[in-house]
């Protein structure tokens, strides 16, 4: 009883907010989580686009070295168009998902 006592003499001196205010302040910490969930899904999706260049700077390394063996004649016409068969398919599937990352990114205007 008398922490309730307490309670309510302190919320004596606490002024009034109006509905006003209270749907000012809900609107706000809307507008503020929902603009921090697209900060941190803009952040997910730039690591993703990051990883994804990285593994496509990897491919197309891997792909020169092939073809400076290839003009060093220490690999035949074959193996040179296997090789690139292989880099092309990844590159396609690589380019594909980075493009679809980078196209929902710029959705969410994380670029911005």
């Known amino acids: ?63 020169s070295k092939f073809t400076e063996r290839y003009n060093t004649r220490r690999i035949s016409l074959d193996d040179h168009k296997a090789a690139f068969g292989e880099w092309h398919t990844k590159e396609s599937a690589l380019y594909t998902d980075v493009t679809a990352l980078y196209n929902t990114a710029y959705a969410l205007k994380c670029f911005e």
């Open 1 to 63: 009883m008398i922490f309730s006592l307490l309670l309510l003499i302190s919320c004596a001196h606490t002024p009034t907010i109006g509905p006003e205010a209270v749907g000012d302040a809900e609107d706000a910490l809307t507008l503020a989580l929902r603009e921090a969930t697209r900060v941190t899904a803009c952040m997910a999706y730039l690591e993703e686009i990051l990883d994804i260049q990285d593994e496509r700077e990897a491919n197309n390394v891997v792909m």
